[in-house]
């Protein structure tokens, strides 16, 4: 099984940066596809980004352009750089696969003060 640690959350106010990481166990990692997951307050996850094993990147509309996910696979390690950070973004934030997501992390918790 696949597990995963999420780190690098915190508290910033509106406009600030912060990046995440996910160091994943087990040895799928260099061959999955792999996103980035949020869950506000009362609402369900939901997708925020994802990165290919090629490098290919996917960002939902409210974060293209502020967020950068990239991955190190030697490192079995996926990032998500957060720029222009918005009281909005405040959620926890989850990595996993892409497809057939399971054994989610604790998460890292976001949040972004007005």
């Known amino acids: 099984q696949v597990q995963f640690v999420e780190s690098g959350g915190g508290l910033v106010q509106a406009g600030g940066s912060l990046r995440l990481s996910c160091a994943a166990s087990?040895?799928?990692?260099?061959?999955?596809?792999m996103a980035w997951y949020r869950q506000a307050p009362g609402k369900q996850r939901t997708l925020v980004a994802s990165?290919?094993?090629?490098?290919?990147?996917y960002y939902i509309t409210s974060v293209k352009g502020r967020f950068t996910i990239s991955r190190d696979n030697a490192k079995n390690t996926v990032y998500l750089h957060m720029n222009s950070l918005k009281p909005e973004d405040t959620a926890v934030y989850y990595c996993?696969?892409?497809?057939?997501?399971?054994?989610w992390g604790q998460g890292a918790q976001v949040t972004v003060s007005s």
């Open positions: 087990g040895n799928i990692f260099s061959s999955k596809t």
């Open positions: 990165i290919a094993t090629g490098g290919f990147t």
């Open positions: 996993n696969t892409l497809l057939s997501p399971n054994n």
